[in-house]
């Protein structure tokens, strides 16, 4: 197996395997590694260790990249990267790396996006545990994050009728559609009805 390796933009190395490209890593990472010393390897099992090693860090600098713009869960992550073209194993071994680093932590992120749900959306628990597991959110986590959140169903709800949904409830057409939004939001409907009434906003079928 013939090595060669190109210097690209903004410290990035592009490496070729047998001539045609395989990876994009870092210089430092490069010119610190045995590999940059190397033309050819002959052995499969210093390929496969080659392969892993080069192929996990070019994981790794993918998902330094994505992160910088945004905390995602591991989950996410990990499917933006091998939607990227990088392998499983690869994925696996950068985020544990991450993960190692602090970088990743679902924990952080769950904590954090549950905070941005409610102060943009005002929405529930039960909305924010939803929102949580499409995230890739562990079921359990999201469970204890939900849970330790000071959220009180009723400020939210009259939040969102002084606000957001002001100009929707001067007809039954609107209030229907703010009951809806507001359902979508993961409240239930004993909430609903006790924010209408304490706010006396009233329907036709009360």
Known sequence: MKISASAGKRNKIHISVDGDYKFTVDGEYWYSSPYSKMTEITESEEEEKFLFDIGSRSAFISGLNILSYGDNSRRTLFQKLTAKGHK?????????????????????FAENFAQRLISSKHMSKAGIRRELAAKGVDRALADEVVEAL????ADEIDALLAGKFRRNLADEKGIKRTVAALQRLGYGWSDIKSALDRNEIYREDD
């Open 150 to 153: 000071e959220l009180n169903p």
């Open 88 to 108: 499983k194993e690869y994925v696996s071994a950068a985020l544990d790396k991450l993960e190692e680093y602090g970088y990743v932590s679902d924990r952080r």
